[in-house]
């Protein structure tokens, strides 16, 4: 399969198969996308014109470039668990609108997860992962720093029994960074192997939606706090992550205020809620897809400049990157990877977490329901409706089966609105590749 299209001035034409990117002039494009169906008139095409394209088209398949096989095979996944996503409370300080965990309690109530439970969640992982040495914990919430000293027992606990059983851990953890002081910057410091930190980008923005307890905007008190944790952070991995809602679809203005406060490495996730007000819904897409392009430019005038950096969304390496495997079997949800609750009940991922259909089992039980898990290991890019004929597939392997859950009713059904902003990110990233590597018109 082959995805023509546009940025701009320039006409590229990516190849699914091989994952090759190409630049064309007008002739070729037009060419091409007559080819694919398209209402393009070519009739202005020579005799000679159409003669060269063929000749290029068919020199690009002869070295593999174009219109190469694609992967059909089914992946063997492994049922050797690698990660838990462990939520060590459900209770925030914030009380943010568009919150797909109920503003912290997942629609049950506030509690948090006791030493107890958090170490059998550890020995749980250990025992459920095989011969994998390298494992990954998550601490989630609601707001982990709540929860600082179960934290740090925890982590303490799982490097002892991680060397006595020859395991490595590494963690993670997302915070607010409302009480993010200097203990707690120290921590991380030292035991975390990656920090999200949320920030929604303009003050207005931010504490339109994100707001503390007693209704106050939380901007003047976070910006500060996550400057001086980027500023001591050196070298390790860090980003800070935004979420965009239908009231503030000019979001490339919060991406970039976000850079200039000194932040290099950035994501802004478009909002999951059905909450009217905030909800992106299909007329907001041309808008939506228009702020990308936008973004786009904005991001590569930075990096022109010498102040580029790492925004999420447009990251993508088509020569290396995930191996195909790899982005053929997914996330590893339900599978691989699953979220443990304060009360040690396990779901697939944080954002089951507290449905009853999809409750696996308890840390202190240690076994999992075979009937969720085997739905999850046998779900892949493959078994994903009408992925089939997208050019991104390969890119967003078939979409998050939370969100294709929650808003289409079944993990193997793609949301076709984050089909829309990721085919269009795909895009944009594409075109970022082109200009780094200087094979634009």
Do not use: W
């Amino acid at each position: 399969m082959i995805h023509v299209f546009k940025y701009k001035t320039n006409n590229y034409i990516y190849d699914v198969g091989s994952g090759s990117l190409h630049c064309c002039d007008d002739k070729t494009y037009d060419y091409l996308a007559r080819f694919l169906g398209g209402d393009v008139d070519i009739s202005y095409l020579t005799e000679s014109d159409v003669a060269s394209i063929k000749g290029d088209i068919a020199s690009l398949e002869k070295e593999g470039l174009l219109n190469a096989p694609e992967v059909t095979t089914y992946p063997v996944k492994s049922n050797e668990v690698k990660a838990l996503c462990i939520h060590i409370c459900h209770d925030c300080n914030l009380r943010c609108r568009y919150c797909f965990a109920d503003e912290g309690a997942y629609h049950s109530a506030r509690e948090f997860m006791s030493v107890e439970t958090a170490k059998k969640a550890i020995d749980f992982l250990i025992e459920n992962s095989g011969n994998r040495k390298i494992l990954e914990a998550d601490f989630f919430g609601g707001e982990p720093l709540m929860c600082l000293d179960t934290i740090k027992e925890v982590v303490a606990y799982a490097r002892e029994q991680g060397e006595k059983h020859g395991k490595k851990f590494l963690f993670t953890t997302t915070t607010n960074a409302l009480l993010l002081d200097d203990d707690a910057i120290d921590f991380f410091n030292r035991e975390m192997e990656n920090v999200v930190l949320s920030i929604d980008g303009r003050r207005e923005v931010h504490d339109a939606i994100r707001k503390t307890v007693n209704g106050r905007g939380s901007f003047d008190i976070v910006l500060p706090k996550i400057k001086k944790f980027v500023k001591s952070r050196g070298n390790k991995s860090y980003y800070v992550r935004g979420t965009f809602t239908a009231k503030n679809l000019d979001f490339a203005d919060d991406v970039v205020f976000l850079a200039e406060q000194g932040f290099d490495s950035i994501s802004m996730e478009p909002v999951v809620t059905d909450i009217p007000d905030l909800q992106i819904r299909e007329e907001h897409l041309p808008l939506i897809k228009a702020e990308y392009e936008r973004l786009c430019d904005m991001y590569l005038e930075k990096y022109k400049k010498g102040e580029g950096f790492n925004f999420f969304h447009f990251n993508i390496d088509l020569e290396g990157g995930p191996c195909l495997s790899k982005r053929v079997s997914a996330c590893g949800a339900g599978n691989e990877y699953f979220s443990v609750v304060p009360n040690g009940d396990i779901y697939p991922c944080h954002q089951f977490a507290g449905d009853p259909a999809y409750k696996m089992g308890n840390v202190f039980e240690g076994r999992l329901n075979p009937e969720i898990r085997s739905t999850f290991a046998s779900s892949c890019l493959f078994t994903r409706k009408n992925c089939e004929s997208c050019f991104a597939k390969f890119i967003c392997s078939g979409g998050c089966s939370a969100n294709n859950y929650h808003f289409t009713g079944d993990i193997q059904t793609p949301y076709g609105i984050t089909c829309e902003m990721m085919k269009k990110r795909a895009e944009c990233a594409m075109h970022v590749l082109a200009v780094k590597k200087g094979i634009t018109q």
